[in-house]
């Protein structure tokens, strides 16, 4: 077994090198329960937690270990170890946390392509894949498009569907599959690269599982039945872990999101709406926001059909909500250092009355 049969890259091997680290203080993150990570290492997989250190000087969630992370770690025996630091992360797919707004939730790290998947059958939305599609570019992973279920379709509503998506979405591969006659698994095999890593995104029920399951050929997850009166899926998959796959190809799952908040998504704004930035900035205001200047070209383009009016409802929807958490960042660092001095102030108050 070696690093490079899970994920290990060329940035993670200079660092390696200049820090004097051995590859067998090396593992990467498969899985999460509850604090307890579970380690693939070339000595196989062992369990560990973080140290007392790593814990305290942790400031927020994205200072833990996440499934895909490499990190640094002591053997403390023949099937636990410690977990003394977290490498240098890629990429890392996060949203906030849900009920949290200012809290980020990693979702995976160290990703190189990520899996869009919707069910062509009942979970199809356009609105919703330009918010993953945002999510990946923000993220600085590579998205590909898969149209999940065709087999409960016919032809003519799937051809709409992909029109659909390629007017509004440009330069994103897209893939049609059924998990039930395996029509275009050889298609999205093909895409699968020996040390890649892959995640899968979608919603509870779009068959996120089962595609695991099939792609690597057992039955690593379980899968389960859309109710049928809330034509909802349930939540089957409840942690993330990344699995290695005999082609090479490394795959983590993720639980189902039926909330998908954006974190820190400027970045990927700019990309899946390509065209409305474009315009944005020749219009007349620099500080224009595109919702009822004289003269604003974002909007006049709307209103002559070249941009699709609920592509640029979506745009403004996401615009504002990432505004907000930039704003809520913001205010949070705020008052975390303003409650900081004031307990340096009642030390150095106690300490002069003590004295």
């Known amino acids: 077994m070696r690093l490079e049969d899970f994920g290990h890259y060329a940035q993670l091997e200079e660092f390696m090198l200049a820090n004097n680290l051995d590859h067998n203080q090396i593992g990467r993150v498969i899985a999460e329960h509850k604090e ?16 007392g250190n790593l814990r305290f000087a942790a400031k927020s969630r994205e200072d833990f270990p996440a499934v895909g992370d490499w990190v640094i770690l002591s053997a403390e025996g023949s099937d636990f170890a410690l977990i003394h630091k977290i490498l240098p992360r890629f990429s890392v797919i996060k949203r906030h946390a849900v009920g949290k707004f200012s809290e980020i939730q990693i979702i995976a790290s160290n990703i190189d392509y990520a899996f869009l998947v919707q069910a062509a059958d009942r979970d199809f ?11 990946c570019y923000s993220s600085k992973v590579s998205p590909i498009i898969v149209l999940s279920k065709i087999d409960l379709i016919d032809a003519q509503t799937l051809s709409e569907i992909v029109t659909n998506i390629e007017t509004r979405v440009s330069n994103t591969q897209i893939v049609t599959l059924s998990n039930e006659t395996k029509t275009g698994y050889e298609t999205i095999t093909a895409l ?14 779009v068959g ?9 050929g057992k039955d690593i997850m379980r899968t389960d039945a ?4 809330t034509h909802r899926g349930r939540h089957v998959t409840s942690h ?38 474009e315009l944005a900035q020749e219009c007349k205001f620099k500080n224009c926001t595109h919702t009822n200047e004289i003269g604003c070209l974002v909007i006049e383009a709307v209103e002559r059909g070249e941009i699709d009016k609920t592509c ?4 403004l929807k996401m615009e504002k909500e990432n505004t907000y958490f930039e704003l809520t960042v913001v205010e949070k660092r705020k008052k975390s250092k303003d409650f900081g001095k004031m307990l340096k102030n009642v030390k150095k108050d106690l300490k002069k009355n003590y004295y």
Do not use: H, W
Request: proline share 1%; with cysteine; aromatic share 6%.
């Open 36 to 51: 307890r990570y579970i380690i693939k290492t070339i000595q196989g997989e062992i369990e560990a937690e973080v140290t």
């Open 125 to 135: 939305n356009i609105n919703r894949l330009e918010r993953y599609l945002t999510l």
């Open 192 to 205: 699968i690269e020996t040390g890649k890593t892959y995640c899968i995104l979608g919603s509870s029920g």
């Open 208 to 216: 996120k599982s089962t595609l695991l399951n099939n792609l690597s």
């Open 226 to 229: 859309i109710g049928q009166k």
């Open 240 to 277: 993330r872990e990344l699995i290695v796959l005999d082609n090479g190809g490394i795959l983590i799952d993720t639980p189902g999101m039926r909330e998908i908040g954006l974190a820190d998504a400027s970045r990927g704004l700019e990309v899946t709406f390509d065209r409305i930035i």
């Open 312 to 315: 640029y409802e979506n745009y």
